[in-house]
């Protein structure tokens, strides 16, 4: 073979060694879809009772307890007590009423333990759970690990409705105007006709 033959060759397998393969595992990609079964979900939660009023005493959320009852929106966060986190889930917070008639709960996630979850609960009177997945085993599980900080979770939002089944993916979030566009968006799409 002709030296003019082996370097394009060369230049061609080297492409490939060093293309993005391993971007089917990098974790700051969602690695799930609409229409897919969310993936399992057992963490050490706060206010586990505030969506499964008779799990007063447990420790860990399981998501499975709220298949066949309500509707999930899960939230990931990057970091508790932080600015556009707390504008979020407050902003959730006070669209709670409106996502109950609609028969869907709100459980935030991130990073953190569940003891700074406590804190930023306490702070700032969030009345729905907030998962913590400091292992990141759920993070890395739906492919939202932030991008700027291996450690963090990144900002996505996942509805799944009341079969498991995630409905509808939010990739780019703004927190101010996010927790409105999910009620309007369960409203138009998850909502039981009457």
């Known amino acids: 073979m002709s030296k003019h ?3 394009p060759l060369g230049l061609a397998f080297l492409a490939l060694a060093v293309s993005p393969v391993w971007a089917a595992d990098d974790d700051s990609k969602i690695k799930v879809k609409e229409g897919q079964k969310a993936p399992e979900i057992n963490l050490p939660a706060t206010q586990i009772d505030a969506v499964l009023p008779d799990k007063k005493m447990a ?3 399981d998501l ?5 009852k309500k509707n999930v929106v899960l939230f ?3 970091k508790a007590l932080t600015g556009g986190c707390t504008v979020e889930s407050c902003g959730f917070r006070d669209k709670l009423d409106d996502l109950a008639k609609l028969d869907t709960v709100v459980i935030g996630i991130s990073t953190d333990t569940v003891d700074k979850q406590k804190e ?18 759920v993070t890395k599980a739906f492919g939202v690990v932030s991008p700027k900080n291996p450690k963090m979770s990144g900002r996505a939002t996942f509805i799944i409705d009341k079969k498991g089944v995630i409905s ?3 990739e780019t979030v703004d927190p101010k105007t996010h927790p409105a566009e999910v009620v309007k968006y369960v409203k138009e799409n998850l909502a039981e006709k009457k």
């Open 64 to 68: 499975k307890d709220l298949q066949g």
């Open 76 to 78: 990931f966060y990057p």
């Open 5 to 7: 033959w082996t370097r």
């Open 120 to 137: 930023f609960t306490d702070k700032e009177k969030l009345t729905f759970p907030l998962l913590a997945d400091n292992e990141m085993k």
């Open 59 to 61: 420790k860990t959320l």
């Open 168 to 170: 509808k993916i939010y």
